[in-house]
């Protein structure tokens, strides 16, 4: 089972940022958050993830609570190719890959 | 160039058959995966091959046999299909796991499964 719980969806608009937020109160102290998210009809793809401090790449930002028990993703200016499945999941880096995809969050953006 | 490329794309057949779908990386990846996404959307781990040699087996029916025949290709054969096994299959893979490793792994477009 995920280990990671998330609002099952979400709207945002055009040009706003979206916040996209996850609990993960059970994770570990090895243990990473990883994003992912899967646009309709495609393979998931690789967002961003950090162990206890924020990150920021081209794609998003994430951002740690300082006790890791919740986290948000952050897309700055939404575009309509952003609506998707977004996925968080807590894994510790060297386990084999054995990401547990829970539900995610369907980010609806709208014009 | 396609990093991690799957066959067939779509792939309709009876119950009973056999078949097998293929997968390949060029990112020069160790390890490489089988995830299946049944009809509730859910993306589960079946198998993850770490240069050529399984590493997770998660309870899969024996009907599901991954073969590895070096570390670019991970194939996917399914004796005997059942129509519980319609799915989308999705390869992926990721460096070794080391100092190096970000965990981040890479999905293929997936292979979608219909048994009738």
């Known amino acids: 089972d995920a280990k990671t719980t998330q609002p099952p969806s979400m709207d945002c608009a055009e040009g706003r940022a979206a916040n996209l937020p996850c609990n993960h109160s059970t994770i570990s102290g090895n243990e990473y958050v990883y994003w992912y998210r899967q646009i309709h009809s495609q393979g998931p793809q690789y967002i961003i993830h950090g162990l206890k401090n924020n990150e920021t790449n081209e794609m998003a930002s994430l951002i740690i609570t300082e006790d890791r028990k919740s986290s948000t993703l952050i897309l700055p200016h939404a575009t309509l190719r952003d609506t998707a499945v977004y996925y968080c999941?807590?894994?510790?880096?060297?386990?084999?890959?054995?990401?547990?995809f829970g539900q995610g969050t369907e980010l609806s953006v709208k014009p | 160039d396609t990093a991690v490329s799957q066959t067939p794309k779509y792939l309709v057949t009876q119950m009973g058959n056999d078949k097998s779908i293929k997968c390949e990386q060029n990112l020069g990846h160790d390890t490489m995966y089988w995830y299946k996404q049944d009809s509730k959307k859910f993306l589960k781990i079946m198998f993850s091959?770490?240069?050529?040699?399984?590493?997770i087996n998660e309870t899969v029916p024996n009907r599901f046999s991954p073969k590895s025949p070096d570390k670019a290709h991970l194939n996917l054969h399914i004796n005997s299909l059942e129509l519980g096994d319609s799915a989308v299959y999705f390869c992926?893979?990721?460096?070794?796991?080391?100092?190096?490793?970000?965990?981040?792994?890479?999905f293929g477009e997936g292979s979608r499964l219909t048994v009738l």
């Open positions: 992926a893979s990721s460096l070794l796991a080391g100092a190096t490793n970000t965990g981040e792994l890479f």
């Open positions: 091959y770490n240069n050529k040699e399984l590493i």
């Open positions: 999941i807590s894994a510790v880096v060297n386990q084999g890959g054995k990401l547990i």
